[in-house]
Structures are given as C-alpha cells and as structure tokens.
C-alpha cells in the first residue's frame, strides 16, 4: 500500500520560511512526477510546484522565486522549501504523486498525502 506522510507544516508570520516533507512508502518515486498542490476554505484545489525526475519544476506564478520543490532520491521523500511566506499562501498543503508522469493537474495524481494545514499570520 502506497502512503504519502506529510510534516512541517503550521503557523509562521509573514515573511518566514516553512520547510515540507512527503514520506513516501511502497513505492520508490525515483522515476515519478512530484508534486505539491494546496486548498483554501472555499477554493479549488490548485497546483503549487510539479516536477519529474528528468526535465524542469513548474511553479505556479503566486509562489514562483519563492517556493523550491525537491525530492532525496535515498530517503524516497519530496519536500517544498517555502519562503517569504505571504498570507494569501494559507492553505492545506497536499503532498501529491503520479506513476512515471508529470502531475500537470489534481484529476492525474494517483496518490495523495493527507493534507497539512500551513497558516500565515500578518
């Protein structure tokens, strides 16, 4: 069974930092498209970074400069370095990951994290 963890989300103030962490089990993502998307109470589901394991990270426009997604190959783990962190980046945060393709939107994921809430106080 594929599980996706998520850690190191919570509160920080504008401007700071908070660093994400995927665990992934059962299966070795080496090879997998990445990515991270996140929800606001009353808003879709958008795409925040996306990678693969061969090719260039997409980031959407509102976290672009600012946002650094990134997997370690040994530890089967992806994590989004988020920095200068703005209000308007409140959201639940999802890990997310599709087999061998690029995750380009949420319908193609195949397998979701649980969600982590990340909150940005002014």
């Known amino acids: 069974q594929v599980q996706l963890v998520e850690s190191g989300g919570g509160l920080v103030q504008a401007g700071g930092s908070l660093r994400l962490s995927c665990a992934v089990s059962g299966r070795t993502i080496s090879k997998d498209g990445i990515g991270w998307f996140r929800q606001a109470p009353g808003e879709e589901r958008e795409v925040v970074a996306v990678?693969?394991?061969?090719?260039?990270?997409y980031y959407a426009d509102a976290v672009k400069g600012r946002f650094t997604i990134s997997r370690d190959k040994v530890k089967n783990t992806v994590f989004l370095q988020m920095n200068l962190l703005k209000p308007e980046d409140t959201a639940v945060y999802y890990c997310a990951v599709r087999r061998i393709h690029t995750p380009t939107k949420a319908a193609e994921v195949d397998y979701w994290g649980q969600g982590i809430q990340v909150t940005v106080s002014s």
């Open positions: 990678d693969h394991w061969i090719g260039s990270p």
